[in-house]
């Protein structure tokens, strides 16, 4: 396989009009930089617009600019991946199509994996978002950083450049239900953080709405970290030594009246609402627990079923076909 010195993986839903922005800010800034030994690779996640049209276009002027086309809206976890196992370079960058990710900052990640790092993720110091999305942004990221089973970074998205070495250990790892951003900081290596503002988009809007943003939290959360798992555990114990310990007391009341914990005495009134309220408490708690362990239980049936994370309708360009166990699937 030929290799090129720098992969640019580039996920696109629905851009038709932030496409040729693209193109005219970040094709000088590689061409400044690398000369003409890079790729950019559109993965197009079954956008319902000219995306496809204009990607081939793109190629037709440029044979550096490639497209991969998901059968379908896969999501964009699953497209990011796709691009990644297509992706021929010495280094691989991911930024998003809407601008929004620095093309000056991916340059100064690849100098510095050039000179031995092999992680550099972009850190948002700022964003321009509505301020209840940065509070859950700000919330979900700090929660990860104290539950997570390894160092996951604050405020770090799927903007990065890695080395060849990187990628290879996060697209050997096994799961089908895959997070990025998770598995790139769970390989290890040598990882450097670059802060940067994030403005807001050129144009067009987001793609992530509410339920893909709960997704992908739900997804980091269940993926990487056992501590709802650990915690329904501890909790569990302690909520049972609790209701034994009242079971013993409302047994005793029941005996020695004259011992009254609740503030009467249960051989003469049930007292109905103190029962319904301790039903209640009780039964509140199983039904959270029991909707943890259901999404687990989700992520484990997806990893039972082995099906891949997207299925690749078409390539435009000379891409690098996934050397098995590709976790895509291609068909033509």
């Known amino acids: 396989m030929d290799t090129v010195e720098l ?3 580039v996920p696109c839903y629905n851009e038709e009009d932030v496409l ?42 440029d044979p550096r600019i490639k497209g991969v086309f998901l059968s379908r809206n896969f999501g964009h976890q699953a497209a990011v991946d796709t ?8 280094f691989i960058g991911v930024m ?5 990710d620095p093309v000056q900052v991916l340059l100064v990640m690849y100098a510095k994996c050039q000179s031995g790092a092999d992680v550099c993720y972009g850190v948002r110091a700022r964003r321009d ?13 700090l929660i990860m950083h104290k539950v997570a089973t390894h160092d996951w970074p604050r405020d770090a998205g799927d903007f990065c450049v890695v080395t060849r070495k990187a990628l290879d250990a996060v697209l050997a790892l096994p799961e089908k239900s895959r997070m990025f951003r998770g598995l790139r900081s769970w390989v290890g290596f040598t990882q450097l953080g670059f802060p940067y503002n994030r403005p807001t988009r050129r144009s067009g809007k987001s793609k992530y709405n509410l339920r893909k943003l709960v997704d992908l939290a739900l997804l980091g959360f269940v993926g990487f970290t056992d501590f709802p798992l650990r915690f329904i555990g501890v909790f569990g114990f302690g909520v049972g030594l609790f209701a034994c310990l009242l079971m013993f007391f409302v047994v005793f009341n029941r005996f020695f009246p004259q011992f009254s914990l609740f503030g009467y005495w249960v051989g003469v009134s049930p007292v109905a609402a103190t029962i319904l309220v301790i039903f209640l408490f009780f039964m509140s708690i199983l039904f959270v627990f029991l909707g943890v362990i259901g999404e687990y239980i989700r992520v484990l049936l997806q990893e039972v079923k082995g099906r891949p994370f997207a299925v690749v309708d078409g390539t435009v360009g000379d891409v ?10 291609r068909w033509g």
Do not use: M, N
């Open 96 to 100: 998003d199509c809407d601008l929004q």
């Open 7 to 9: 992969s640019l993986v």
């Open 83 to 90: 691009g990644l196992c297509h992706a021929k370079g010495r």
């Open 129 to 141: 978002s509505p301020w209840l999305l940065r509070f859950f942004y700000s919330f979900f990221y």
């Open 20 to 61: 040729p922005l693209f193109q005219a800010e970040v094709v000088p800034a590689l061409e400044a930089a690398l000369g003409a030994d890079w790729e950019i690779i559109f993965v197009d996640d079954g956008s319902r617009d000219r995306s496809r049209q204009l990607i081939v276009g793109l190629h037709l002027q």
């Open 320 to 329: 690098a076909r996934p050397e098995p166990p590709a976790r895509t699937r």
